[in-house]
């Protein structure tokens, strides 16, 4: 059984090493908080979103053809080709006129997106039943103006 005195040394160590932790945790914490000045650039200058375009060059045109002719020539598509699994995230950027995210949404994110992850092997039929999902996610006066675009 120890002594006093080892008992009164061993807690006098773990005190020790428990302020020089928490010295370190706090040098590492002031050194991660980022500057004012970039935070106060952050804040008053909002994100530009680049718009997504319809075509870009590697995506196939059959997923093209799909969102024009269920959803309308209006609506963006992007693919990004995922690294580690064979699969792709199918990206739908929805017009603001068509849009049902509300105000909030478009002041934070300054865009409308419906992502979706579609696997290899479900392909042009995976983006078909995403492409339509995302139509019959809107209500009923907004599916006819996008049925009505479609003709312009």
């Known amino acids: 059984m120890a002594t006093k005195k080892e008992i009164e040394k061993e807690l006098n160590t773990l005190t020790n090493i428990v302020l020089d932790l928490a010295n370190e945790v706090k040098e590492l914490s002031v050194k991660l908080q980022?500057?004012?000045?970039?935070?106060?650039k952050s804040i008053n200058e909002a994100p530009k979103v680049p718009e997504i375009p319809l075509q870009q060059p590697d995506i196939p045109s059959e997923f093209t053809n799909i969102v024009k002719t269920v959803l309308n020539q209006k609506?963006?598509?992007q693919i990004k080709?995922?690294?580690d699994s064979p699969a792709f995230e199918f990206i739908i950027s929805v017009p603001r006129e068509y849009s049902n995210a509300g105000q909030p949404h478009w002041e934070t994110y300054k865009q409308d997106l419906r992502p979706k992850?579609?696997?290899n092997s479900?392909?042009?039929i995976g983006v078909k039943a995403w492409v339509e999902k995302v139509f019959n996610n809107f209500n009923q006066d907004?599916?006819?103006?996008?049925v009505l675009e479609r003709a312009n």
């Open 34 to 40: 980022p500057s004012p000045i970039a935070e106060e």
């Open 75 to 77: 609506f963006g598509i």
């Open 81 to 83: 080709y995922l690294t």
């Open 117 to 119: 992850v579609i696997s």
């Open 122 to 124: 479900e392909g042009i």
């Open 142 to 146: 907004t599916r006819t103006l996008i």
